[in-house]
């Protein structure tokens, strides 16, 4: 059993796209382990995004996601980093497979909807930034 940590952005919290992606969730045999509505602040944000500090997009990116509420999931499941970011499609929409979440919903390549990890690695960091072990049910 695998486990990665999702967040719908603030893109996809202020559209009301949280259930939709939810659903696809849950109807794809993942299971929401833990999941709570944070609002990052800056500092916050660029801690979360820390492996992209060096990217041109770094700013923007951290701006856009201390911009409002995100909704942010640990998703258990056999193979569920791969799993999930099928589901969730290319980072560019415009690339995204058919019926994934970025083709279906977003509107611009940093306004993408969701986040998922990348890797093993990069889902325990991340999980760990925003859930102690006592708010993961399982
Ligand atoms: P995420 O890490 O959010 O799940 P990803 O792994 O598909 O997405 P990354 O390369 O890790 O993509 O980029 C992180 C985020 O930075 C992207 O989801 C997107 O919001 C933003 N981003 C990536 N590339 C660009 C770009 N060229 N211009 C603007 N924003 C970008
Ligand atoms: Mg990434």
Redesign the pocket.
């Known amino acids: 059993m695998e486990r990665t940590l999702s ?1 719908i ?1 603030p893109d996809g919290v202020a559209r009301g796209l949280t259930g939709e992606v939810i659903k696809r969730f849950e109807s794809n045999n993942i299971k929401i382990i833990a999941m709570k509505m944070i609002s990052m602040n800056l500092a916050q944000a660029e801690g979360f ?1 820390a492996v ?1 500090k060096k ?3 770094f700013s ?2 951290t701006e ?1 996601m201390s911009s409002g509420p995100c909704v942010t999931m640990v998703l258990e499941g056999e193979n569920v980093i791969a799993k999930n ?1 099928e589901l ?1 499609g ?3 929409y415009r690339e995204a497979k058919e019926g994934t979440i970025r083709r279906d919903f977003a509107t611009d ?4 909807i ?5 890797s093993p690695e990069s889902a325990s960091f991340e999980t760990g930034y925003f859930f102690n072990s006592f708010e993961i049910v399982g």
Do not use: C, Q, W
């Open positions: 967040i952005k995004y992209h990217r041109p997009f923007s990116l856009f970011r969730m290319a980072t560019d390549i940093e306004k993408n969701v986040h998922g990890s990348d």
